[in-house]
């Protein structure tokens, strides 16, 4: 693992965290199943308008939907992100709690979302576990799963904590230049030969199980 890190990190350069939890945690609720681009469009709309919890929470739902309207699912995320605005300001003291088991409580957020406000927010250790890096874990052979959540119980237990927080990114970034999900650039990877996947792409077809 130390090796596939060091290598990744040598070719893509990763953030330095950590940013405002409740700014993450509305970023990662609008990225919710759109593009980049578009969650930084948007995102940056809607914290030019309003910044706290308590401004979300007062604002026309209208207004919400029209500021993030470039994100997939604009209305359902204006909705949503009211109410968890409502929510903090109600239960937290406007502010966004640190435990997973409190964030999992919120509307609209699962591990992933959770486990990005506290490793992008608070600096904690904790691994999102996004499609791209199921994909490519199970691909390298570092697990062997079938769904996220049980990608990130064992990625946990064979990722050192100190590249918890480096490893999302990464592989995201990885997963968009070389490991994509359908063709995966084999030839041009600088893992190859620490890839399971690869390593049996690379026998004559006859050996392949
Ligand atoms: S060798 Fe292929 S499958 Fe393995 S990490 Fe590289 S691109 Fe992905």
């Known amino acids: 693992m130390e090796k596939i890190f060091n290598l990744l990190r040598e070719r893509y350069k ?46 026309p739902e209208k207004k919400l939907r029209e500021l993030i309207k470039v994100v997939g699912f604009y209305k359902v995320k204006a909705e949503r992100i009211k109410e968890v605005a409502r929510i903090l300001v109600e239960r937290y003291k406007g502010e966004v709690p640190r435990d997973i088991s409190e964030l999992l409580k919120l509307p609209g957020v699962g591990r992933k979302t959770a486990n990005c406000v506290l490793a992008y927010g608070f600096g ?71 890839c399971l996947t690869g390593r049996i792409n690379k026998l004559p077809q006859a050996f392949i199980p």
């Open 14 to 59: 990763v953030s330095e965290y950590k940013n405002e939890p409740f700014q993450v945690l509305i970023g990662t609720i609008l990225s919710q199943r759109t593009k980049d681009e578009n969650t930084a469009i948007a995102w940056k709309s809607l914290f030019s308008h309003y910044k706290t919890p308590k401004d979300i929470a007062k604002a």
């Open 124 to 194: 904690i250790p904790a691994l999102p576990v996004d499609t791209h890096v199921h994909r490519i874990s199970n691909r390298i052979g570092l697990v062997s799963t079938k769904d996220p959540v049980k990608t990130e119980i064992e990625l946990k237990k064979v990722v050192p904590k100190r590249y918890w927080i480096y490893l999302n990114e990464l592989l995201v970034k990885f997963g968009k230049d070389i490991c994509k999900p359908i063709n995966p650039k084999c030839n041009l990877c600088l893992i190859r030969e620490l």
